[in-house]
DNA sequence: CTGAAAGCGCTTACAG
DNA sequence: CTGAAAGCGCTTACAG
C-alpha cells in the first residue's frame, strides 16, 4: 500500500539473534519504555515527532510485543479460548470448531483446541491444562461423567460453556440440540410412510447425546405403537466403517429393517454407504447433516455445528462481558428436513433415490 | 482411585474469589516460594514431610499454576504451536489439523488454529498474532504471495513449516503431496479406458495447489495427444455447490465430457452429486479421498491429510529438538486408488456405480 | 534440604 | 507530553 514495491528483495536488516524487547526499542528511540507503549498501542499524548521515532526504532528491530508479558501483567489472562472436542476427524466437531472460532473473530480471541477422543480421563487432562494456561473462556463437548472437578473454576467466574451434552454435577451454560423434537419428527415421518421395523444405530451409549436420542426414539416408537425389537436398537457404533458393518449385517439377518435411522453423521454415513453398496431399498433418515444428503435424497434432521459453535462463543462472548448470571440453557432446533429434488413422496418413506435405482 | 468415592458432593471449600499463587500456598504452608515450586513440580530436595504439607496446601487453595507466568520466564515462548489453515469447514484442513494435534500430544504441546479463508491480509494478521503469542513453532497452509515477511522469524530460529503449498520468497521447511504423479495416474488411467473429452475443475487459480494440478494435467495431457478445450477446463471452483452447478452447466452443453477430473474434495463431491442428481454416466476421477468414494465407486487420488498433518507436525517437533538446519521438502505420496468393490473394469474408464444405475 | 533476591517483558499507577 | 518505580506469577541463579 505505501513504499514502492520491493524489487529484488532489499537487503534485510541484520535479524536480531533473539527477539528485540520494549526496552531495546526504548533504548534506539531515546524515550522510555512507557513511552514506546504509549506511541504502539496508539495511546494519546505524544508528540507525532516521538511517536515516528519510535515507530522507526521498532520497525529497525523487527519488534514484536510479546503477549504473555502484556497478558500476564493484564490480569495473568490469555487472549485465547479453549475449545475441547472429541477429535477434528468428525465433521460435526470441525464445523462446530468452526463456528466458534467465527465467533471469536469479533473479539479478536484466539482458539486452542484439543481433542478428548471421547475419553473422560483426556477431557479431564486438556481442561486442566487449558485453566492453567488461563483461557479467557473454556468450551467443551463434555464426555467426563463428572464435571465437580469445575465448580472452583466456575466460581472464579471463568465462563464455562457446555456445548451438545450437559455437564453432571455442575451448573453451567450449556447449548444443547432440541434432539426429543427432531426424533420425534423423523418417526413421525417413517412411521407415515408405513414403516415398522425401523433400526436404530447410536454411538457411545455412555454419551448423554446417544442416550437422549434414543430415549426419545422409544418414547416415540411407543407412541406410535411399535414394537421395540431389540436386535434392531443397535449402540456404540462409533465410526462409518461400523455403521456400515452393522447396517449390512443388519440388512442380511431374517425380517431385515425396513428403514434405517442414524442417530449422528459418521452413523448414517455408513448406513447409506451400505445401502449403496447392497444396492437396498431401505429408507433411512438420520441425524446431523451430511455431504451428499441431497444429492442422495437422504432425508435429515439438519442441525447445524457451525451454528451451535457460534452460538456457544457468543454466549462465552457475553459472560465475559457482563460477567456470571444465572446458568442458561440454550435449546436449538433440530427439525427434519427432506433433502433432495422432492419430487418423490414423503422422504423417510421413499427409498433413497440411488439405493433404488441400484436396487 | 484414592479415597472414598463423594457421596453427595463434600461440603465444597469456600472457593476464593479470585485465583490462588504460589505465593498463596508458601504463605499458608508456612514455607518459601522456591520450596513450593520444588514439591509441585516434582523437583529432588524437599523432605517428604514438607512436600505433603505443600501439597495439602495447594489443594486446599485449589492452586493452579499460572502458565504464562512460567513461560514468561523460561523464555517467553508458550507451550502451544499455531496452525494456520484455509478454514475448518473443509475436511481436507480438519483432517490436517487433526494430524497436526496427535503429533503434538507427544510433546504436550497445544494447538492454536486459525483460519484465513484464503485471504492474504488474514493469513498475515493471524500469523501475526501468532507470533506475538510467541508460539513454539508455526505451520502455515500459505495463502499469501510472498512469505519474506517472516524472513526475520525464519532467521530468529522459530520453526516454520509450510504444509500443502510453498512459500514464496522465503526458505523454509515444507511439505507437500506429489501432485504430479497423483495427476498423471489419474489422466493415464482415464486416457487408457478410452477418454478424450475430460472436464477439469480446479479450486482459486491464485493456490499453487490448483496451479500445479492443472500445470501437470496439461503436460500430462499433452503427453495423451488430448487436445485442450478451454471450456473443459473450469478454475476459481471453491465449494461443493459451485463444483456442482460447474458440472452440471458443463453436462448441458453440447458435447458433454465423458468424465470428470476433480482437482480436490469440495469439486469431487459436487461432480458427484450432480451426477447423482442427473443420473449421468461419466467417469469421475477426484484429488483428494471422501466419505462415500468407495461406497459410489469413485476413484481416487488418495492423499492422507492427517498424515501431511501429522508429518508437518513431527518435522517442527524435530527442529525445536535439534535446532534448525536446512530448510527441507518432503513430498507425500497421492496415488490413485480404486475405491469399492473392485469388481468392475478400471475405475476412471467405469462410471461411478451410482451414476450408472441411475442413469 | 531450604530460602532471599532478581528478573522474564510488559502495563499500572503515579508523579511531574 | 514524558518517565521512574513497582508488580503480574512464576523460575533462575545463588547462597546457606
Redesign the pocket.
Known amino acids: 500500500m505505501e513504499g514502492p514495491h520491493p524489487g529484488p528483495a532489499p537487503p534485510s536488516p541484520p535479524a536480531p539473534a533473539v527477539?528485540a524487547?520494549?526496552?531495546d526499542v526504548a533504548r534506539l528511540a531515546g524515550?522510555?519504555?512507557?513511552?514506546v507503549?504509549?506511541a504502539l498501542?496508539g495511546e494519546?499524548?505524544?508528540?507525532d515527532?516521538?511517536?515516528e521515532r519510535v515507530a522507526r526504532a521498532a520497525a529497525a528491530l523487527r519488534?514484536?510485543?510479546?503477549r504473555l508479558?502484556?497478558e500476564?501483567?493484564?490480569g495473568?489472562r490469555t487472549g485465547a479460548v479453549g475449545l475441547v472436542i472429541g477429535g477434528l476427524e468428525n465433521p460435526f466437531y470441525s464445523h462446530l470448531a468452526a463456528g466458534v472460532e467465527r465467533a471469536l473473530r469479533a473479539e479478536d480471541l484466539e482458539l486452542v483446541i484439543a481433542s478428548t477422543d471421547d475419553d473422560p480421563e483426556r477431557e479431564r487432562a486438556v481442561v486442566q491444562t487449558m485453566l492453567e494456561r488461563r483461557v479467557r473462556a473454556l468450551l467443551v463437548v463434555p464426555v467426563a461423567e463428572d464435571h465437580r472437578y469445575l465448580e472452583g473454576e466456575r466460581s472464579a467466574g471463568t465462563p464455562l460453556v457446555f456445548v451438545d451434552r450437559p455437564p453432571t454435577g455442575l451448573a453451567a451454560d450449556v447449548v444443547l440440540w432440541d434432539n426429543r423434537t427432531g426424533v420425534r419428527q423423523a418417526v413421525d415421518a417413517l412411521v407415515a410412510a408405513g414403516h415398522r421395523r425401523i433400526a436404530v444405530i447410536a454411538d457411545r451409549i455412555a454419551n448423554f447425546t446417544a442416550r437422549e436420542r434414543l430415549a426419545a426414539f422409544r418414547e416415540a416408537a411407543r407412541a406410535h405403537g411399535l414394537g421395540l425389537e431389540p436386535r434392531l436398537l443397535v449402540v456404540d457404533v462409533h465410526d462409518v466403517p461400523a455403521a456400515r458393518a452393522t447396517a449390512l449385517r443388519l440388512l442380511a439377518a431374517p425380517e431385515p429393517p425396513t428403514a434405517f435411522f442414524g442417530l449422528n453423521n459418521r452413523i448414517t454415513v455408513g448406513v447409506v454407504a451400505a445401502l449403496l453398496t447392497t444396492g437396498g431399498a431401505q429408507a433411512v433418515v438420520g441425524f446431523d447433516d451430511f455431504d451428499l444428503a441431497e444429492a442422495l435424497g437422504t432425508t435429515v434432521v439438519a442441525n447445524d455445528p457451525a451454528a451451535m459453535g457460534g452460538r456457544a462463543g457468543r454466549l462465552a462472548l457475553a459472560r465475559l462481558a457482563a460477567g456470571p448470571g444465572l446458568p442458561e440453557q440454550v435449546l436449538l432446533p433440530a427439525t427434519l428436513v427432506r433433502r433432495g429434488s422432492g419430487e418423490r413422496g414423503p422422504a423417510a418413506a421413499a427409498p433413497s433415490r440411488a439405493a433404488a435405482a441400484l436396487a
Open positions: 527477539a524487547t520494549l526496552q524515550v522510555s519504555a512507557k513511552t507503549a504509549r498501542n494519546p499524548n505524544v508528540r515527532a516521538t511517536r519488534f514484536r510485543p510479546n508479558a502484556r500476564l501483567r493484564q495473568a
